[in-house]
């Protein structure tokens, strides 16, 4: 039986990509929410652990996404963008 490595240090360091490049990010990923977004004012990190993905399902696994941002949109509305990204490898 081959033993998993701890992936903690390779999560955190997407993680702090996605904020490090929030925006290219954004933009390459969901463009769509990228226009609406008014880059003007600032883009608050938040704790993603708060933000549990699909609470209603039942998983072995508890999914929080990895980045939690608020942002304002072009309207002056608030908006929270949860990401939750999936790296596959195979050694």
């Known amino acids: 039986m081959r033993r998993r490595r701890p992936r ?4 955190e360091a997407w993680k702090y990509a996605m904020r490090t490049f929030f ?3 954004l933009q390459m990923l969901f ?3 990228h226009d ?7 883009v608050e990190f938040l704790d993603p652990h ?4 699909a609470p209603s399902v039942r ?3 508890r999914q929080t996404a990895d980045v939690v941002a608020k942002v304002y949109f072009r309207d002056g509305t608030p908006r929270l963008v949860l990401i939750h ?6 050694t």
């Open 8 to 11: 903690r240090g390779f999560d």
């Open 23 to 25: 925006r290219d990010c």
């Open 31 to 33: 463009p769509a929410v």
């Open 36 to 42: 609406q977004v008014d880059w003007a004012q600032p």
């Open 50 to 53: 708060f933000y549990r993905l």
């Open 59 to 61: 998983a072995k696994r």
């Open 85 to 90: 990204i999936e790296i596959q490898s195979q």
